[in-house]
């Protein structure tokens, strides 16, 4: 069973690189260094301290150190659903009250165009991908790692690391990578979608409201640039 998700998680991250290579491979090659520099940099990690006995022989942290790498870093390395909403969170701080704002006044045609959502939305989409990333990263390696190097220990919350729980930890580093590409193939599909609908007929309607939600502000700059010249 373990095998067949296997498979299928490669599979299907196959087709994603094959699709988003066409248009995006710059972003292919971030977030797949993000996933190897990940799965490289945590045994690295972890070796270094055993090397400072940070961490004891049964795997538990012995000091500060030990504590922060274990129950900090490692554990919300792969907190997929805390990384996540972390960047919805900070989109949902930028956009939802300049919408708000926008829709409100726009029915008095004050509205202010609303800021940084383009840079907020691509926050988001390379946020939840490098946290896809990461976990993928850590859950491939530091199972594995601890396998060959420290059987003994015990980890992610009581799990000794035996050959069956590598193997589970390599499916769900290629689930984890796969949803990585995921994240990219979806936000750059919504992009192209949004330009889509602003190129159609839809969007010279929503040109239409926008610019009717800012007529007193372009009256206001008018009046403004009149007196100006009058003025001179």
């Not at 977030?31 to 795997?59: E, N």
């Not at 509205?111 to 383009?118: C, D, G, L």
């Not at 976990?135 to 420290?150: C, D, E, K, Q, R």
Request: charged fraction near 10%; aromatic fraction near 12%; proline fraction near 3%.
């Amino acid at each position: 069973m373990h095998i067949l998700l296997l498979i299928s998680f490669l599979i299907i991250s196959t087709a994603l690189l094959l699709d988003l290579r066409r248009a995006h491979a710059s972003a292919i090659a971030t977030i797949t260094f993000v996933f190897w520099l990940t799965t490289v940099l945590t045994p690295i990690v972890t070796m270094a301290a055993v090397g400072l006995d940070a961490i004891g022989p049964d795997g538990m942290p012995l000091n500060g150190f030990g504590v922060f790498l274990k129950d900090g870093l490692l554990t919300h390395s792969y907190d997929l659903l805390g990384g996540v909403s972390f960047y919805l969170a900070v989109f949902s701080l930028v956009v939802v009250p300049q919408a708000a704002s926008f829709i409100c006044c726009g029915i008095f045609g004050c509205a202010s165009s609303p800021r940084f959502v383009s840079t907020a939305y691509n926050i988001v989409v390379w946020g939840a991908a490098k946290t896809f990333a990461v976990a993928g990263g850590v859950l491939l390696s530091f199972t594995t790692y601890v396998h060959w190097a420290h059987p003994n220990w015990i980890i992610f919350s009581k799990v000794d690391p035996t050959a069956d729980k590598v193997l589970v930890s390599f499916v769900l580093g290629a689930a984890a990578f796969c949803g990585s590409l995921m994240c990219l193939w979806i936000g750059f599909g919504c992009q192209y979608l949004v330009e889509t609908i602003n190129s159609s007929q839809a969007g010279i309607i929503l040109q239409n409201i926008s610019r009717a939600a800012h007529r007193c502000q372009r009256r206001n700059d008018n009046e403004g640039s009149g007196r100006g010249r009058t003025w001179m």
